[in-house]
C-alpha cells in the first residue's frame, strides 16, 4: 500500500500554534508600527495633494491605543479634535477626501491607505518572524 | 486612455464631464481624479500602473438621484472595479463620489 509522508509537517503546525498564541506584546508592536506607517503616508499624500492650508487637519491624526477586541487586536488611526475654526477636524478632511460643489475630490486617505500596505505586511511580517526565531521555529 | 474611458462611460448618462475641475455652468456635472500606483516591479521598473480613480457626479438638491447606480455599473463596464459609493452631499448640492481602480500598462496614462 502506498504511504506518503511529508517531512516538517509538525514543525509547521507548531509554528500555527504558536502564532495562534501571538503575545499581547507582539500583536501590540505589530498595530502600532502599522499605524504610525499609515499616519505618515496620509501626511505625505495630503501635504501632495495640497491638503494644507494651516496644517491642521494633517496634524489632528492620531492613532488610538492598542485595544483588544472579541476578533484580536485594533488599532484606529483618526482625525481627531477640532480646528481653530471650530470645525470638527475628520469633516475637514471628509470634505478634501470626496470634494464638493466646486471642490474637487483630494482622496489623500484611501490613496495613501492603497500605497501603505505592502509596508504594513512586511512590518507584520518582520515581527511575526522574529518572534517565531524567538521560540526556535 | 484612462481619462477616455472614463469620459465615454459617463457622457451617455451625464453630458457635462470634464477631469479635475468642472468649470462650466450646468448644476449637473462630473468630474473625476485619480492617484497612479506602480506596481509589479522588475528591474526597479513598474509593468504596472493601479489608477485610484475617484470620479464625482454632482446635482442640485431636489434632483432625483436614479442615475446612482447607473453611473457606477457604467464604470464596471468600462473596465474598472465596481466602485465604492460615498454620499458627499451638503448644503450647496448632491455630491456622490464614486471610488475605482483600474490596471494599466505603464504607458497607458495620458492626457
Known amino acids: ?137 | 486612455m484612462i481619462d477616455t474611458i472614463i469620459r465615454n462611460a459617463l457622457l451617455p448618462l451625464v453630458s457635462e464631464v470634464a477631469p479635475n475641475r468642472y468649470t462650466g455652468d450646468s448644476l449637473e456635472y462630473c468630474t473625476w481624479t485619480y492617484s497612479e500606483i506602480p506596481d509589479d516591479f522588475a528591474d526597479d521598473d513598474p509593468n504596472h500602473i493601479r489608477y485610484l480613480v475617484t470620479v464625482n457626479w454632482c446635482l442640485p438638491h431636489g434632483q432625483n438621484p436614479e442615475k446612482k447606480h447607473q453611473i457606477a455599473n457604467a464604470l464596471k463596464n468600462a473596465g474598472l472595479t465596481y466602485p465604492t459609493i460615498t454620499n458627499a452631499s451638503d448644503d450647496d448640492g448632491q455630491n456622490y463620489a464614486f471610488q475605482s481602480e483600474w490596471a494599466g500598462g505603464v504607458f497607458d496614462g495620458e492626457a
Open chain 1, 1 to 137: 500500500m502506498a504511504k506518503l509522508d511529508v517531512a516538517g509537517m509538525e514543525e509547521i503546525i507548531s509554528g500555527f500554534d504558536a502564532l495562534s498564541e501571538l503575545p499581547d506584546e507582539v500583536a501590540n508592536a505589530i498595530l502600532t508600527e502599522q499605524a504610525d506607517a499609515v499616519i505618515s503616508e496620509i501626511r505625505r499624500t495630503g501635504e501632495a495633494m495640497g491638503v494644507h492650508r494651516t496644517g491642521q487637519t494633517l496634524d489632528s491624526l492620531k492613532a488610538t491605543g492598542v485595544k483588544k477586541t472579541k476578533n484580536g487586536h485594533e488599532v484606529k488611526v483618526e482625525f481627531a479634535g477640532k480646528n481653530r475654526a471650530g470645525e470638527k477636524n475628520v469633516t475637514v478632511a471628509f470634505i478634501n477626501e470626496y470634494g464638493k460643489t466646486n471642490q474637487p475630490a483630494r482622496p489623500f486617505v484611501s490613496t495613501a491607505v492603497e500605497a501603505v500596505e505592502p509596508r504594513t505586511m512586511e512590518i507584520a511580517q518582520k515581527k511575526v518572524e522574529q518572534f517565531l526565531k524567538q521560540k526556535g521555529l
